[in-house]
């Protein structure tokens, strides 16, 4: 069994991801319905990536016998002001939740939980990538507030929400979708 702390810990990032996953469906539907499309399809595809992380944990917890349990999510933010405000929330959420892994990977360590310290690598490095993702598009926004277009523009030139399979990602429960 891994360590009951982490175990705890474990079980509240679930709550973090979920929370994280309706809060980016919120931003999504924000943008889709001012029609921006590519905007709305980058949150659209981020939310099924934080389920994903939620049930990565899941399994993760599934294989080794601990305790799950699936939690209730605050109602997000859904007004926002103008292109760059969704975004800033959503790089403060980003960076919020790296702190969060963080702390997790420390207790894995703290209880001398290898498994657990293992498992969170791979968090770790999702999380410098979608805190990098997030900033890169923020400096983006910021600089085209007066033309919206234009963030629509960069995210296709870019290629900037194609996903790259990640072989080396944690198994989902139910698979990842
Ligand atoms: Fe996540
Ligand atoms: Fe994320």
Redesign the pocket.
């Known amino acids: 069994m891994p360590a009951t702390r982490f175990v705890d810990r474990l079980n509240e990032q679930i709550a973090?991801?979920f929370a994280?996953?309706q809060q980016y469906i919120a931003v999504a539907v924000h943008y889709d319905a001012q029609s921006l499309p590519r905007l709305a399809s980058l949150f659209y595809k981020q939310a099924v990536?934080?389920r994903?992380?939620?049930l990565m944990m899941v399994k993760y917890l599934l294989d080794r016998d601990a305790a799950v349990k699936i939690p209730g999510v605050d109602e997000p933010r859904n007004d926002f002001g103008d292109v760059t405000e969704a975004i800033a929330l959503s790089l403060e959420q980003?960076k919020r939740?790296g702190d969060a892994?963080e702390a997790l990977a420390q207790t894995a360590r703290d209880e001398k939980d290898y498994y657990s310290e293992q498992f969170m690598f791979w968090?770790l490095k999702?999380?410098v990538e979608?805190v990098a993702k997030m900033s890169t598009l923020l400096q983006v926004a910021e600089r085209e507030r007066n033309n919206p277009s234009r963030i629509e523009d960069f995210i296709v030139r870019e290629a900037f929400d194609a996903d790259a399979a990640d072989q080396s990602a944690p198994e989902a429960a139910g698979g990842a979708l």
């Open positions: 973090y991801e994280a996953s990536e934080e994903n992380h939620a980003e939740v892994i968090f999702e999380q979608e």
